[in-house]
C-alpha cells in the first residue's frame, strides 16, 4: 500500500489525514511537503489513525516537522495514532514531545479557528 495524504482546511487550522505506509521510502517528502505549504496557518493537525506502518524515516520525519513548525510558530498536532504509531512513538520516548491530541484539545482548536470567530462576531453583530 502507497502513502496518501486528504487536507482539509478550516480557517486558520488544517487536519492532513494520512494513510498508508509512513516509511523512507515512500511518502516521507510528500507529506513534508504538504505540511511545509500550509505554514501561513496556526494550527496543522496530523490524522495518523489510518497509518498502518511507520519505519525511523517516518518518526524522523515527524520530529523534523515538528521542529520546523516550532520555528515557524505553528502548532503541529498528532491526532488517532494508530496502535502501531503511538507504540512506535512510546517505544521511542517521542509521545511526550510530539504530543498526542485528545478529542478535546482538537475540538477547542476548531472552536478557534480564524472562521468560527469570524462566524461568532457576524452572529453577534
Keep these: 500500500m502507497s502513502f496518501y495524504i486528504n487536507t482539509d482546511q478550516i480557517g486558520d487550522v488544517a487536519v492532513l489525514q494520512c494513510a498508508g505506509r509512513m516509511v523512507r521510502a515512500q511518502g516521507l517528502s510528500l507529506l513534508r ?37 516550532c520555528e515557524n510558530g505553528i502548532q503541529l498536532k498528532l491526532a488517532n495514532p494508530s496502535k502501531l504509531v503511538r507504540e512506535m512513538l512510546e517505544l521511542t520516548g517521542l509521545a511526550s ?17 480564524d472562521r468560527a470567530i469570524q462566524n461568532m462576531h457576524r452572529a453577534v453583530a
Design 97 to 113: 514531545v510530539l504530543r498526542i491530541s485528545s478529542v478535546d484539545d482538537l475540538i477547542e482548536i476548531f472552536c478557534n479557528s
Design 33 to 69: 511537503d504538504a505540511v511545509i505549504s500550509l505554514s501561513q496557518l496556526r494550527v496543522i493537525v496530523l490524522d495518523l489513525s489510518e497509518v498502518d506502518m511507520l519505519d525511523a524515516g517516518g518518526l524522523g520525519l515527524l520530529v523534523s516537522l515538528h521542529n520546523w513548525a
